[in-house]
């Protein structure tokens, strides 16, 4: 079964830092990786996808990922962060051999101090 | 505009009462999901249906019923045998674009059993 795994439950940076969330897959073949950010009491809206093309993934916001078959990785980075990018953040994974089924992290919390 | 929404937004109920969740998308996908999200748990999938009148069990389907008689709705039953329905719940629809799924985030329903 895939699955992902997102280290730090809780990240915290300043404002103009750069911001990097951790996520690591487990799949016997590449999946699809997509993120996702929620705002409180919200729904998740997607910030980016990883489909097998390109390995550097820009997505909305400023923010991007590179998957990194080696490393089982696609950790989501923006250089600068800023206040309204406080929100919680899920990676996901599909099978590229179809199927609907997303599974998610557990989530990280970002918070954005001044 | 298009989009998914889910009523009511806040949702008290007794133990031992069922209560339907509503989710209603106007996105013309094929496929649906219910999602319940915890704490530090991330998003579990309770069930999906990829088409009407069909539906497949999720991860966590006991407790919960589901019902796909139109292509646009997809109410999410919680009845008195879910212990612990105390929860956030979202509803998904997908369309699939060149191999993979992309999924759409309804806002949630807030359910509090009192």
């Known amino acids: 079964a895939q699955s992902v795994t997102q280290l730090g439950s809780h990240v915290s940076v300043s404002e103009g830092a750069l911001v990097l969330l951790r996520c690591n897959y487990s799949?016997?073949?590449?999946?699809?990786l997509f993120w996702y950010v929620q705002y409180p009491n919200q729904g998740l809206q997607l910030l980016l996808k990883y489909t097998s093309a390109a390995t550097l993934v820009k997505g909305i916001n400023g923010f991007e990922a590179e998957f990194k078959k080696s490393e089982t990785s696609f950790h989501l980075t923006k250089p600068s962060a800023h206040m309204s990018d406080a929100a919680e953040y899920f990676c996901?994974?599909?099978?590229?051999?179809?199927?609907?089924?997303?599974?998610f992290g557990t989530g990280t919390q970002l918070k954005v101090e001044l | 505009d298009g989009g998914i929404t889910q009523s009511p937004k806040y949702l008290f109920r007794k133990e031992g009462q069922n209560v339907t969740l509503s989710c209603e998308q106007n996105l013309n996908h094929d496929a649906m999901y219910w999602y319940r999200q915890d704490p530090g748990q991330g998003l579990r999938l309770i069930y999906y249906s990829q088409i009407v009148n069909d539906f497949q069990k999720g991860d966590i389907a006991e407790g919960y019923s589901v019902s796909r008689e139109k292509k646009e709705s997809f109410p999410l039953t919680v009845t008195s045998a879910q212990k612990n329905p105390t929860a956030f719940y979202l509803c998904?629809?997908?369309?699939?674009?060149?191999?993979?799924?992309?999924?759409?985030f309804g806002p949630g329903t807030r359910l509090t059993v009192l």
């Open positions: 799949s016997s073949v590449p999946p699809y």
């Open positions: 996901a994974v599909s099978p590229t051999g179809g199927g609907n089924k997303l599974t």
């Open positions: 998904a629809s997908s369309i699939e674009r060149g191999g993979y799924n992309e999924q759409f």
